[in-house]
């Protein structure tokens, strides 16, 4: 992941927006700032389902912290998933097994993001999360 | 002439701006006098129908049996009894594919076309594994229409039925419905036609058409959800078994037989949705009076502008170029996937449909994840395709 940013300045950012635009122009760049799967991690176990988007996800475990890498086929997924990303990575399984990732996206009024049509996807990619940290 | 002002939820905000509602391919919005109908049958007439003989009871008959009866004329059925309510196209697709196992045998072919609907193709792979039976598709051509040609090939004497969608959901295509029954009797196939998309924007005549089955659900044509119709031709529908069991349904009932009613009530089993029919009756009665022809050319033209405009934008590519188009403007942004666009547009409160539309095999066949779906009703207005053009516009700078 090269997004240089911790939660709290993620926070703090999305405290400044105050229309809809800068804020998804900001979400699709943290996006771009994330580096890409290679090809051959794009397979079929690394695919999330249920997303109307494609969304991969693959993980290590280094020196007992769990390293995440996601990536998608769409921009506004993709930039979401950096937000995950922000809260979750380099962070041991208990960590992120306490993340409240519900409450973040309420703070950052994204939650629609999750709602059962839309952000379904996002969804399948927390619990997926939520998953590997608890089997870590 | 604008029916605008009769839907009062178009009045309403969306994401703090007024809403442009061009999501009418999934569901309609219902105007006053249909959300007033199913208000005074619950204040006033409720009851359970055919059953009792009190005058609530009565009322709530009539009431129903009138929705039948307009819906009937609607269509230019023959008679009543060619009417069955279901809860909507997907369960009268169910119904049909359902009592119809014991006609069809061993190896002879369903056929549909890449362009339908899961609810158009999911029933009819269940009733080839009932029975062994194949199910082949008309293949497209890259505009998006059916290939005339290829329907010819595939309907041979093998074909027990042809289902098709009148118009397609995903791409806007007018399908040549009447040809396409004409070739399929011509080889002795039963025919389903998908009316869904249809229903609202096409004059719909089944007698014209010589159909043998003709569906559509409700709430695409400003009536309320869990209400739709089969048609069927009264002699088939006597043929025909019964599918669910249950009240209504029945004429006489021992311990371990029974014997049905004729056809609708045949296929109506347990207590119907009486709201629903009246809602039904009360938007085909608001259509009735409405000059529909002038609406539906309005829309046309809206749609023409639309495209036009749209075609314009750098990034913008139309999917489905067919010659005849219903109220659909499927697209695609350049390096974006359909559902950021779609979460673009709905911050500006433009509600459209991004993803596959319940079309995978359509999808496939286009080589495409999905597509954005503009799709209009007799309602949507210049202010409507002006904001949509402008929203379009500021996502792609977006992406
Ligand atoms: C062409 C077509 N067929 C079938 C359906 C299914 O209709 P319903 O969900 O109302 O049963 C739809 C609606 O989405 C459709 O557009």
């Known amino acids: ?136 | 002439m604008s029916i605008r002002s009769d839907f009062p939820i178009l009045a309403r905000q969306s994401r703090g701006k007024s809403l442009v509602y061009l999501d009418n391919g999934a569901t309609t919005q219902k105007p006053q006098v249909v959300i007033d109908a199913i208000d005074k049958y619950y204040q006033q007439h409720n009851s359970n129908v055919h059953r009792a003989a009190h005058e609530l009871a009565e009322e709530a008959t009539q009431m129903m049996e009138s929705g039948r009866s307009l819906c009937q004329a609607f269509i230019n059925a023959e008679s009543r009894k060619e009417i069955i309510f279901t809860r909507g196209t997907t369960e009268a697709i169910n119904l049909v594919a359902n009592v119809l196992t014991q006609r069809i045998k061993p190896g002879q072919d369903i056929l549909i076309t890449e362009l339908e609907h899961h609810s158009n193709i999911v029933p009819w792979q269940m009733l080839a594994e009932r029975t062994g039976a194949n199910i082949k598709a008309v293949a497209i051509t890259d505009d998006g229409e059916l290939d005339l040609n290829d329907a010819a090939a595939k309907l041979t004497k093998n074909t027990a039925l042809f289902a098709f969608t009148h118009v397609s959901n995903g791409l806007g295509t007018i399908n040549p419905a009447k040809a396409l029954i004409k070739m399929a009797q011509d080889v002795g196939a039963l025919t389903l036609v998908d009316g869904a998309q249809a229903i609202l924007h096409l004059p719909v005549d089944v007698k014209d058409l010589g159909c043998d089955f003709y569906v559509f659900s409700g709430h695409k044509l400003y009536a309320p959800t869990g209400i739709g119709v089969l048609y069927g031709r009264e002699a088939l529908l006597e043929a025909l078994p019964p599918w669910q069991g249950g009240g209504e349904m029945i004429e006489h009932v021992t311990l371990t037989s029974s014997t049905y009613q004729s056809a609708p009530y045949k296929f109506e089993a347990g207590t119907p949705n009486i709201a629903g029919a009246i809602g039904l009756g009360a938007a085909i009665t608001y259509l009735n009076q409405q000059p529909i022809a002038d609406l539906v050319a309005a829309e046309g033209e809206l749609i023409r502008k639309a495209l036009a405009a749209l075609q314009q934008i750098e990034g913008f590519q139309l999917v489905g170029q067919p010659t005849e188009r219903s109220a659909v403007i499927s697209f695609l942004i350049e390096g974006s996937h359909p559902n950021d666009v779609g979460t673009l547009l709905d911050q500006q409160g433009i509600a459209v449909r991004s993803g596959h539309h319940c079309n995978m095999p359509l999808m496939t066949r286009l080589g495409i994840p999905g597509t954005v779906r503009a799709s209009f009703s007799l309602y949507n207005n210049e202010e409507d395709v002006e904001r949509l053009i402008a929203g379009v516009q500021k996502a792609t700078t977006f992406l």
């Open chain 1, 1 to 136: 992941m090269a997004v240089s940013m911790d939660l709290e300045e993620l926070k703090e950012t999305f405290s400044f927006f105050d229309d809809w635009e800068d804020k998804y122009r900001f979400i699709i760049d943290l996006g771009k700032d994330l580096t890409p799967l290679a090809d051959a991690d794009k397979t079929e176990e690394n695919l999330i389902r249920g997303c109307q988007s494609q969304v991969w996800l693959t993980h290590q475990l280094i020196d007992g912290k769990l390293h995440f890498q996601l990536d998608s086929d769409a921009h506004i997924v993709r930039g979401l998933s950096a937000v995950v990303l922000i809260a979750s990575n380099e962070q041991s399984a208990e960590a992120i097994t306490a993340l409240d990732l519900d409450g973040l996206f309420d703070e950052l009024d994204l939650l629609a993001h999750l709602s059962v049509t839309r952000g379904n996807g996002l969804r399948s990619m927390i619990e997926r999360i939520k998953h590997i940290a608890a089997h870590s």
